[in-house]
T-cell receptor, first 114, second 109 residues
Framework: DTAVSQTPKYLVTQMGNDKSIKCEQN?????MYWYKQDSKKFLKIMFS???????INETVPNRFSPKSPDKAHLNLHINSLELGDSAVYFC?????????????FGPGTRLTVL | EDQVTQSPEALRLQEGESSSLNCSYT??????LFWYRQDPGKGPEFLFT???AGEEKEKERLKATLTKKESFLHITAPKPEDSATYLC??????????FGRGTSLIVHP
């Protein structure tokens, strides 16, 4: 069973469009995340969310918004896509309250904006 | 602000040639240090968590160690299938872990 899954795997779209990426985890975790990985492999946190709190990286444009229909899902909506949004986006989850917040990652969504 | 620096950026080894990857960190009150492996086109895969200086963990050909300033990922007699990018991350308190930029390892047969 896939622990953290994302759809689609690849997303090619035009500038100005609005798109969504879906994420689901079956680990029973309370916290989910979205990361952006640039061409140099740097993982940059965008959002952290549990059923109580949304933490937003202040550098993320407000064109990006996470939406969580339930604890197992955290979708990423992007409005008015720009060329610079092209990257690989990873969803992750963790269970807070343990020794550390070990994160488990999805397979990624490669977004290409033309 | 937490800082994580990984070195080298890239490493090429011959099969069987042991080496180490370094993760230097600056964090006040380390809660844990993580190592992940990332294969091309895939998400990071969790390898280890280290909690305190002096701790060591092993998995197959990999051994992770931790001091108060850095962590090493030792790779003994690597094989081509060990080729990947290795990511280090640190966590302070309840904050979200901070990742380094990774070391890209290529092992030639």
């Amino acid at each position: 069973d896939t622990a953290v899954s994302q759809t689609p795997k690849y997303l090619v779209t035009q500038m100005g469009n609005d798109k969504s990426i879906k994420c689901e985890q079956n680990l029973g975790h309370d916290t989910m995340y979205w990361y952006k990985q640039d061409s140099k492999k740097f993982l940059k946190i965008m959002f952290s969310y549990n059923n109580k709190e949304l933490i937003i990286n202040e550098t993320v444009p407000n064109r990006f918004s996470p939406k969580s229909p339930d604890k197992a899902h955290l979708n990423l909506h992007i409005n008015s896509l720009e060329l610079g949004d092209s990257a690989v986006y990873f969803c992750a989850s963790s269970q807070p309250g343990g020794l550390t917040d070990t994160q488990y990652f999805g397979p990624g969504t490669r977004l290409t904006v033309l | 602000e937490d800082q994580v620096t990984q070195s080298p950026e890239a490493l090429r080894l011959q099969e069987g040639e042991s080496s180490s990857l370094n993760c230097s960190y600056t964090v006040s009150g380390l809660r844990g240090l993580f190592w992940y492996r990332q294969d091309p086109g895939k998400g990071p895969e969790f390898l280890f968590t280290l909690y305190s200086a002096g701790e060591e963990k092993e998995k197959e050909r990999l051994k992770a160690t931790l001091t108060k300033k850095e962590s090493f990922l030792h790779i003994t007699a690597p094989k081509p299938e060990d080729s990947a990018t290795y990511l280090c991350a640190v966590q302070r308190g309840s904050y979200i872990p901070t990742f380094g930029r990774g070391t890209s390892l290529i092992v030639h047969p």
